[in-house]
């Protein structure tokens, strides 16, 4: 290994926040069994490592023993695919496109893009695609992306691709607007050390559960995604507490009264490998309590701003402990316990200081039924001083004409009731099929 200076001063750095701020008792004599727990974890997946290289290069997830980060996303569902659509101004050709889809593909994937042509319309396509499982439109491939006339419809499964991967896609297409890149922070383990930070942290995590239970309950007939374009308020500071109060304002305001308090969960990408999972993504998880009724619009979005900025600058290790015991744990039983609760609504952000000038309109989200537990996922992609949301939630709470008239526009909603509804389309097609064949 090659110690360097910074590597030695982040050593010094980490353990003297360590006996700075914790030195519990109970929890240092339980270290050296996380760390053990840690070993027995990681040596197997360390020793397997080829043979797991060589069945990822197959891009058949389906066939695959997923590891703890990638584990949410390996069912058979259009929640496991990460949805992107961007509305493009002339002069991005198809050839254009492809080439450069294929640069960033071979890049990331060492295979070249599943790019296709549609000459149809976007809004139908997807509406139809959706009917049926993913494995039967995206066959041994991390992504799939189709091109319309002026529009980019992109799904990356979430397996393979995370935060950092659709980050490099922005550079690899936007190059020549000198898109601004964004620096994910380095991942570092220390042993003791982190196995340490990783017992203070879920046993906080579970205080924490227990002290504000989910106040959201019930899986609505339909899913919804909206989009919303924020432009800068020159009446509020610009910055990303901003933004996380406005995406939470609107949720607030559609809400009803006794919801309370929120759990929004702020995603984090490192800058790591990809040896113990693709996805390397942690989270600040933030308690955000509704402003009082009787404040103004910006009055409740200033609230909201001081809740995040004081909670996350709080907590902002979190989301390095978060990533470390995901990488680093057999964390099963927690996702299969209530602590899977303990995140009401996702929340990712992007911020490009200058972005790219061809997008008028842009959709990053989910796309498909969410009809197995109660779901809110918000991304807020910045370029300087505009913003675009998206929101897709499942909420039987959530009153979604208030939502739309806030200045949402719906623009999918899926069928919650009918998860199976590609068995009825094919049923369809097979009726009408044999009837053409009779006649």
Known sequence: MHITKTSILNFIYGLFFFICKWTNPLYIVLTPFAYIA?????????LNEKIRNKQILTYNKYNIVALPPDSNFIQDRWQSFQYIEWRLSEGWTYDKCKQLFDGWSM????????????????????????????????????????????????????????????????NHL????????????????????????????LVRMSIENIKYPPLINGIGAKTYLMTETLKKNEDLIWN???????????????????????????????????????????????????????????EKILNYMEQFKTQTLERYIDAHTCYDVIRSYNMSYVRSSKMARIVDIYFTSFYYKEGPTSISEGIAGFVGTLNNSENVYI??????TTTFFTYVTNWSQLNLNKLISNGLSLKY????NDPNSFKVYYFYFLFFYLFMKIK
Request: net charge neutral.
């Open 38 to 46: 840690r070993l027995t974890h990681q040596v197997p997946i360390l």
């Open 174 to 201: 936007f190059y020549e607007d000198k898109v601004s890149t964004i620096t994910f922070p380095k991942y570092r383990s220390y042993p003791f050390i982190s196995d340490y930070c990783a017992i203070e942290y």
């Open 240 to 298: 990303r507490w901003t933004i996380y109060a406005h995406g939470i304002y609107n949720v607030y305001e559609a809400l009803p009264q006794d919801v309370s308090y929120l759990r929004i969960g702020l995603t984090v990408g490192f800058d790591t490998d990809t040896t113990f999972g693709n996805n390397r993504t942690g989270l600040i998880i933030v308690v955000i309590k509704r402003s009082p009724i009787n404040l103004s619009h910006n």
């Open 379 to 384: 991304c807020a992609t910045s370029f300087g």
């Open 107 to 170: 890049k990331n994937f060492k295979c070249k893009a599943n790019f296709i042509e549609n000459e149809g319309n976007a809004k139908e396509y997807i509406e139809t695609i959706t009917r049926k499982k993913p494995s039967q439109v995206i066959i041994n491939s991390p992504h799939l992306i189709v091109y319309f006339k002026n529009k980019l419809v992109i799904f990356m499964d979430h397996y393979f691709c995370d935060g950092l991967i659709i980050a490099d896609l922005f």
């Open 413 to 416: 909603e899926f069928d919650n």
